[in-house]
């Protein structure tokens, strides 16, 4: 017979990360900017006390095990108590991406059969144009009190405070298999209808534990972190789990995301770290540019989601702020990879450093990564042959939510990103499949073009697209917004990538706009770009 380990069996679940909090860090803050527009203050004990109030008012709600409850919600203390008053009841908690269109909106709420959705008061407009085409929402709770309650809405609404302020909080986090759902999350579908991801207790506890290493976030208890990364983007890249886990102070943004919203809460708060999508930091490192600002206790964050440019690694690098490059998607939870140095990089000239920090970096444990080619051959580990990029692991998908086929080949789950990976196992992105330009059968990463582009003094911000070429079938057009008042040529934009890139890699024209159009997680749309100048012709046609 076999011999079985004699430990404890506890089931890992997110009930039990709040509840650490509250009993061992249950005095450290958590301060959010809230929609009212006031800055609200309270510990992990208050937190933890209202998300059980907020679990027995789910009950009174006839909210059951593994039903949905949806969230159109910003980055606060009301939607952390969803967080964890939802899942930790054993119902499913499911943020839905306000940026969306109202029709996926309505899709994502139906295709997920939420039964509540809770909603911050800016999202009233949207809750009363999706509502008439979600029939089977049994409530929409405006997450404030009775004095912020809209006056008149199209739609009957619960309010939040009024809600828990009927519940004791006389309530035990029930224990059951840490395999059941958690929470949902659906990928934004550039292409075709959004596909969900169903988390689960242990998926996400282990997440938790892995991405707080010193080699992925690197979450501690003496850290103050402001997760800029929405709630609703991939679970806020599971920050909201793993700082009550570490014991960190968790400052929350609100919906003030700018520049100026910004920089004012990091130095107030005393923000030591942070977390983002790229478009993010070009608000901010605009804002501190123009009034020549410092952080003075600011010192690191993790940039992903898209290519972080080096030119932006470079800028924040000079107001002493470490950036740390990484790679997930939702399909992951979402972290897979960090770019942090090994010990012999150290003693490494500058440029050579460089060049391994601005890779999207090294797997964490529970992630286990491959090349192919396009026959499914596995690529070597040169940092040279790229190749499509597969992934496996206990918080990697298995399947989309309601949908049975699976998407796995032979157990591991295509990224959809191509790739090289390094003889010491860094990783690097060399673009997604689609949007790769392909020139004469040759490969053009979009985002080695986009690097060099925003280095450029002028240039806000780039996004290198294919354009239709009779000889080549598709050559790379740079698409720049520039920075106010800069002035840059067509002819001098170009004459900079000279040394810079293959001389076959240098784009054929720049076409200048005014604006780049940015997805809902705030990646810039090339999809959009590509129809917007499908019918471009290229000077060199
Ligand atoms: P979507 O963009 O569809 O909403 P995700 O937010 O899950 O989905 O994005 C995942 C994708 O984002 C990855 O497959 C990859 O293409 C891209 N991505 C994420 N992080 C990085 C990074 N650091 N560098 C380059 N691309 C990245």
Known sequence: MALMGQMMSAPLL???????????????????????????????????????????????????QGERVGTLAWNGYRHLEIYYGVSGMGAVCHTVNPRLFP????????????????FDLTFLPLVEGVAPHCPNVRGWVAMTDRAHMPAEAKVPLLCYEELLDAQDGDYEWP????????????????????????????????????????????????????????????NAWGLPYSVPLVGAKLVLP?????????????????????????????????????????FSTFRRTVIGGSAAPPAMIRALEALDVEVIHAWGMTEMSPLGTASKLLAKHHDLPDAERHKIQEKQGRVIYGVDMKIVDGEGKELPWDGKAFGDLLVRGPWIIERYFRNDASPLVDGWFPTGDVATI?????????????????????????????????????????????????????????????????????????????????????????????????????????????????????PTA
């Open 254 to 294: 609100g919906p003030k995301l700018d520049g100026a919203s910004l920089y004012e809460l990091f130095e107030q708060e005393k923000v030591t770290f942070s977390a983002g999508v790229p478009t993010v930091w070009l608000g901010l490192l605009q804002h501190m540019q123009a009034s020549q600002l410092k």
């Open 14 to 64: 997110i009930s039990s990360i709040i509840k650490h909090a509250a009993r061992y860090y249950g005095s450290t803050e958590i301060v959010s900017r809230r929609t009212e527009g006031d800055l609200h203050r309270y510990t992990y004990r208050d937190c933890e006390l209202r998300a059980r109030k907020l679990a027995q008012a789910l009950g009174a709600l006839g909210v059951k």
């Open 422 to 538: 390094d003889a010491d196992g860094f990783m690097q992105i060399t673009d997604r499949s689609k949007d790769v330009i392909k020139s004469g059968g040759e490969w053009i990463s979009s985002i080695d073009i986009e690097n060099v582009a925003a280095a450029h003094p002028a240039v806000h911000m780039a996004a290198c697209i294919s354009a239709y070429h009779p000889k080549w079938d598709e050559r790379p057009l740079l698409v720049v917004v520039k920075k106010p008042g800069a002035e840059v040529s067509r002819e001098q934009l170009l004459q900079f990538f000279e040394g810079k890139v293959a001389k076959w890699w240098i784009p054929d024209d720049v076409a200048f706009v005014t604006e780049i159009p940015l997805t809902a997680t705030g990646k810039m749309q090339k999809l959009r770009l590509r129809e917007q100048f499908k019918d471009y012709k290229l």
């Open 175 to 234: 224990q059951f298999d840490e395999n059941l759902a958690s929470s949902l999350c659906y990928t934004s579908g550039t292409t075709g209808n959004p596909k969900g991801a169903l988390y689960s207790h242990r998926s996400t506890v282990l997440h938790s534990y892995a991405s707080a290493m010193p080699d992925a976030l690197g979450c501690s208890a003496s850290d103050v972190i402001l997760p800029v990364v929405p709630m609703f983007h991939v």
């Open 103 to 118: 029709e996926q909106i309505a899709y994502i709420v139906n295709h997920a059969e939420d039964g509540y959705i809770f």
